[in-house]
Structures are given as C-alpha cells and as structure tokens.
C-alpha cells in the first residue's frame, strides 16, 4: 500500500475530521472569549479599580531607543491572558459536566434483556404453571 493511499484512509476517518471540525471551532471559541475579556470584562474592572487599562500595565526593562524598541514585561496582557483560560476552563467543565449526566442517565436505564432471554422466561413460567 502506498503510503499517500495510506495517509487518504487516515484522513478521511470520521474521527479525524471530527476532531478538524472541534479544533477550527475551538479556536474561534478562544478568539470569542478573549474579545470578551479584554472588551467587556477588563475595562469595567479597570474602571473600579481607577481607570487602569491592563493592556498597557508592565514594568520598562529598557528604554527605547533609536534603533530599539522598549524591552517590557507585559503583566498586564498577561491577566488578561490568565481570565481567557479561566473562562474557558470553566465553559469545558460545564460541557464536561453535562455531558457525563447524561451518560450516567443512560447508563442508569436498564438495558431491554435479549429477546431469547424474554421467551425463555415464557417458557418457564408456563412451565410452572403446568405443575400446579
């Protein structure tokens, strides 16, 4: 087998496209979150805490210069950084959470016993009532 026919079967497995779909999806969650914390969650928290923009906080480990930029610790970008993976880490809980609930509910429900099962139970029933 040759190995670009190999690597057609790999590709076109429903689970690795699947797992293309979640990825792109994924990303695009990511890019949501983080619009959402540095334009709707850090600036009325700057606001309370006296008009500070946390994009901007870090510490000057250098001044610019005319052939170099500042060189700066942006602890600032950083928070934000930090509330992005929060957010985001509670949101997969939250889906992990339902998600197992609901296994746990299918599990619960007592699978239908095979049909030869059922007849048997027929058969012998009929047979004790035949001896009575």
Known sequence: MSMMKEFKE???RGNLLDMAVGIII?????????SFVSDVIMPPIGFLLG??????LGITLRQATE????VMLK????????IDFLIIAFA????V???NSLRKKQEAAPAAPPKQE???EEIRDLLKAGQR
């Open 118 to 120: 059922v007849l048997l």
């Open 10 to 12: 790999f590709a076109m």
């Open 67 to 70: 052939t170099a930029p500042a």
């Open 92 to 95: 997969i809980f939250l889906l």
């Open 26 to 34: 994924g990303v695009a969650f990511g890019k949501i979150i983080s």
């Open 51 to 56: 008009g500070v923009d946390f994009s901007h």
């Open 75 to 82: 602890y600032g970008v950083f928070i934000n950084t930090v």
């Open 97 to 99: 959470r339902v998600v």
